[in-house]
């Protein structure tokens, strides 16, 4: 029979730090961001029918893919607090369709 040692050394663990009071805040600015791109575009398209939504969207998905601090931002807010969330943050009727764009970037 094989003599089995344990190994009962304590090894250091890397702390999980979790800054929950920041994802309310990521969610909240990256909601509050694309609710004023939405409102600097949505003069453009009839939201009123599916081919509106989706060209709103697309400006709007454009807009963030342009700006670096927006795209880290509603990432972080998508990771964090869900796809949901952002949706219901946003308010909007092309919230949705939006999202589901913005998802793409976590590919």
């Not at 949505?42 to 795209?71: A, F, Q, R």
Request: no cysteine.
């Amino acid at each position: 029979m094989q003599d089995l040692k344990k190994d009962f050394r304590i090894k250091p663990m890397k702390a999980n730090q979790n800054n929950y009071a920041a994802q309310p805040q990521n969610l909240a600015d990256a909601a509050k961001e694309i609710k004023e791109l939405i409102a600097q575009l949505s003069g453009d398209y009839d939201i009123t029918n599916p081919s509106g939504k989706m060209g709103l969207s697309g400006k709007v998905i454009e807009s963030v893919e342009k700006n670096p601090t927006l795209k880290t931002r509603t990432l972080n807010a998508l990771k964090e607090a869900g796809k949901i969330a952002l949706e219901e943050a946003i308010d909007h009727p092309v919230a949705k369709v939006l999202v589901a764009g913005l998802e793409g970037f976590m590919e």
